[in-house]
């Protein structure tokens, strides 16, 4: 058995939402440059595969028909009198060239990856592409058009008729508000989502109160932080909250979104992580995830922070442990692997921060834990 799959085609870099916006496709080139420079894809336990698009019938497992036909629709110049109407709009979801094959093909990539481990072909997959979590059922948001982290885990449930249990973990500054909306009463897939809120911060959810409904009460989670939540803070509510869902909940799967915009360079959250931070939760995941771990890229708009991230977490699912000096061949202009410096935070922030972490974890362990005999 082959250990890993690394997702790759340079047809990723077609979903352009323009040259201005946040979310530039160079950040999957340099990734895919420094693990390559790092001689990771030329491993014998590796295999980068070029995925196909996801199928119409795969679209609808979590979206509507109106709304797959409406992409595809308006990706082909019709129907753009209505565009607004499905989310898009000239900042945030901008229309763009391409647009149905684009988002179709990172969608396929993520499904491709739940195929491999599912068939025990790979123990780990990492699909950097993917992991854009905010898409509805019927309606295009935050950078997103279709929901591939939804995608992943509505195919593992049709392909294992419906019996299997799934972990999604979700590490983006952004709340997981899509992935969460798709599996809110279902009881079958536990979501966990740690992120920054603040009264103006996109999406505006993500509070321990929204629990789930019906049947699936107990299986929202949330974990939220304020900004400038930095390594301790932000460590200890990861390690109170989620390794004991995760042992409780038992899943047969493990999705994570490895959002990268928690770092804190980056240029539109105010999370204050390192790259020492995030290989803590990578070694977390890794051993909760076990043998069947599909990881997904997600948000990272700084172009010197997110590579490393991402390099750093394919590195940790493979067991390898990088040279902190950057290697012949990378593209980018950085020198070193992991940070120099970390974020510059006073006294205020810092304990702000943990106040609001604090209380975080009592809400959770009042209101969710007692669902998992806790």
């Known amino acids: 058995m082959r250990h890993a799959l690394f997702s790759w085609t340079p047809e990723f870099t077609q979903y352009n939402l323009s040259a201005w916006h946040a979310l530039k496709p160079e950040r999957l080139l340099l990734t895919h440059s420094l693990i390559s420079s790092y001689g990771l ?17 795969d679209l609808l497992l979590v979206h509507s028909r109106e709304y797959v036909e409406a992409v595809r629709a308006i990706d082909k110049g019709g129907g753009r009198l209505d565009a607004f109407r499905y989310g898009f709009d000239g ?23 739940a195929q491999a481990v599912l068939r025990g072909e790979v123990q780990v997959a990492f699909n950097i592409a993917g992991g854009l979590h905010h898409a509805h059922r019927d309606r295009a948001a935050g950078f997103c058009v279709f929901n591939d982290a939804a995608l992943a885990i509505a195919w593992l449930l049709k392909e294992t008729g419906g019996d299997a249990k799934i972990l999604y973990l979700d590490i983006d500054a952004h709340h997981g508000d899509g992935v969460q909306e798709a599996f809110y009463d279902d009881p079958r897939v536990l979501t966990i989502s ?13 509070y321990p109160q929204e629990l789930g409904r019906g049947k699936g009460e107990g299986y929202s989670v949330n974990i939220p932080f304020s900004p400038f939540t930095a390594d ?39 999370l204050c992580l390192t790259t020492a931070d995030y290989e803590r939760l990578f070694a977390g995941i890794r051993e909760m995830a076990g043998n069947r771990w599909i990881a997904l890229g997600g948000g990272g708009y700084s172009l010197d922070a997110t590579p490393r991230i991402w390099t750093l977490a394919f590195a940790n699912m493979l067991g390898v442990n990088l040279d902190d000096k950057m290697p012949p061949g990378y593209a980018g202009k950085q020198k070193h692997l992991r940070d120099r410096y970390g974020p510059d935070l006073d006294y205020k922030q810092v304990e702000e921060a943990r106040e609001f972490a604090e209380y975080s974890i009592k809400q959770i362990r009042e209101l969710i834990f007692p669902y998992h005999g806790l």
Do not use: W
């Open 232 to 270: 301790e803070v932000y460590m200890r509510a990861f390690e109170e909250i989620v390794p004991p869902l995760v042992e409780a909940f038992k899943p047969d799967f493990f999705i994570s979104q490895l959002g990268a915009d928690a770092h804190y360079l980056d240029p539109i959250a105010e």
């Open 194 to 206: 740690l992120h920054e809120v603040s009264p103006s911060f996109f999406p505006g959810t993500g």
């Open 91 to 113: 900042l945030n979801n901008p229309i763009f060239d391409n647009m149905y094959d684009a988002s179709a093909r990172y969608c396929g990539a993520s499904i491709q990856a």
């Open 41 to 57: 894809l030329q491993r014998p336990d590796v295999i980068c595969q070029s995925p196909e698009p996801a199928s119409l019938e």
